[in-house]
Structure formats: C-alpha cells, structure tokens
C-alpha cells in the first residue's frame, strides 16, 4: 500500500486529473479568445451587458493570461505534471532504462513549454511604427532600426504580391549593423524582439506621395523557454519512440 508522500504524488500526478485541467485551460482559452485583450475597463462596461461586463472584469477576462483564475489552473497543471515527473524519476531510480529517460525527457519538456508559454502571454509587449525609407526609430536598449528601402510588388492583376523592407540595425554606440531584408513572414529577429512586416501606407511629401512600411516589433521573453522545450519535446519523443521499436523488435 503507498503511503505518505508516495500516495500523494500518485493522486497528484494522476491522469484523470491532467485531462480534466487541460480541459479546463482550453475551454478557458477560448472564451478569452473571444473577448478583446487588455483595453479600459469602460470598454467592457458598455460593449457589453452589465452583468456580463461586470463578470468578465471580475474574472480577469479583459487580462485572461495574467488573471489569478488562469495561474491558478496553469499552476495545478504544472504540479500535475511535476508529479508525473518526480514519479517516473523515481521509478527510474530503481529501475533505469532509456525508456524511462525518454518520457522524463518528454514531461520535463512539457514543464518548460508550460512556464515558456506563461512568460510569452504575461510578458509580451508590441509595437508598430510607419517609416518612409531614410527614417528610423529607437529600440530598447539604445539600438536604431533605420528603414533603407522599401519595395511593394503586386501580380499583373494588381493583387499584392510582396512587400519587402531593406532595413539596417545600429549599436547604440553609433556602429552600424549589416543590411537585412524582412518581408510577410519573414520577420527579423532581434535580441528578445521579432520585427515583422506588417503592412503599408501611402504618405504625401513635398515631393509627392512616397510608400511607408509598416513594422511591427513584438517582444517575447517566453520565445527561448518555448524554443528548447520544444528541442527537449522532440528529443523525448524521439528516445521513446527508438526505445518502443527496439522493444517491438525483439
């Protein structure tokens, strides 16, 4: 009979308990989907009824991924899964093998992208700007994104094809950076920022009407976590699965 902090870890790492808190972290998710992020409280109050307005702020709606409802879920399920992890260490322990590694692997991986995916949603911070080739603007810790060209290809129809920035990254010390090109899903990366081309415009000049690019820096903190939880993903997944065929083989 399990006893103890044995019997606690097996209640907590349970598997019927990990279904339940995903399901609830994804119904959860899409009801947030559904409401605008982060605006004044005033705009909740009158887009919406009373009641519903008042109950989206007091459960934290209007910041979903920052609310207490969501960490406390989110934190429920990253016990559960820690559990599950301590557990399969544990029993890795007394009987080792690269199987067991694997799914240690795989639910330390899940772990991390939890934490990762955390971080990007209460930390994320973005930014848009317009600039005319010859301008450019300041980014944090002193860097200047100077905006060299910009080019707007369309198909012989008129639909838009391409639009491409010619862009260049200065040190805050004056030294300038090498030339780069970012274009509709190509973003830039830089640092802990992505630099993505959003859009367009037509501005007048002196001159005449010139195109501005659009550009749109989204920070992400989360970004790294999210990137090597995903190494170690299919690092776990890739033991498991060798191990499995190995076993099957036999």
């Known amino acids: 009979m399990i006893g103890g902090p044995g019997k606690a870890i097996a209640v907590l790492a349970s598997v019927r308990v990990a279904i339940a808190l995903i399901a609830l972290l994804a119904l959860l998710s899409l009801l947030a989907t559904l409401v605008p992020q982060r605006l004044d409280a005033s705009f909740y109050r009158t887009a919406y009824p009373r009641f519903l307005g008042s109950l ?3 459960a934290g709606f209007d910041r979903f991924f920052a609310s207490p409802l969501f960490l406390a879920v989110l934190g429920a399920f990253l016990l559960n899964l820690g559990a599950c992890t301590v557990r399969q260490i544990l029993s890795g322990v007394k009987k080792p093998t ?3 590694l694997g799914t240690v692997t795989l639910h330390f991986a899940l772990i991390l992208l939890a934490v990762g995916s955390f971080v990007s949603a209460t930390t994320r911070r973005q ?3 317009f600039l005319v080739p010859g301008e450019y603007v300041t980014l944090p810790a002193g860097r200047r994104l ?5 080019t707007y290809e369309k198909y012989p129809d008129g639909r838009p094809k391409a639009w491409t920035s010619l862009v260049r990254i200065d040190e805050a010390d004056g030294a300038r950076g090498p030339e780069r090109k970012l274009g509709v899903n190509k973003p830039l990366r830089v640092g802990t920022f992505s630099i993505y081309q959003a859009s367009w415009q037509e501005r007048p000049t002196a001159g005449g009407i010139v195109l501005a690019s659009g550009l749109e820096a989204v920070e992400d903190r989360g970004y790294p976590i999210v990137l090597a939880a995903l190494l170690l993903t299919a690092l776990g997944l890739g033991v498991s699965s060798i191990t499995r065929l190995a076993e099957a083989r036999r």
């Open 127 to 129: 930014a848009s700007v």
């Open 98 to 100: 690269v199987r067991k």
């Open 56 to 58: 989206i702020l007091a």
């Open 146 to 150: 100077a905006l060299l060209g910009f």
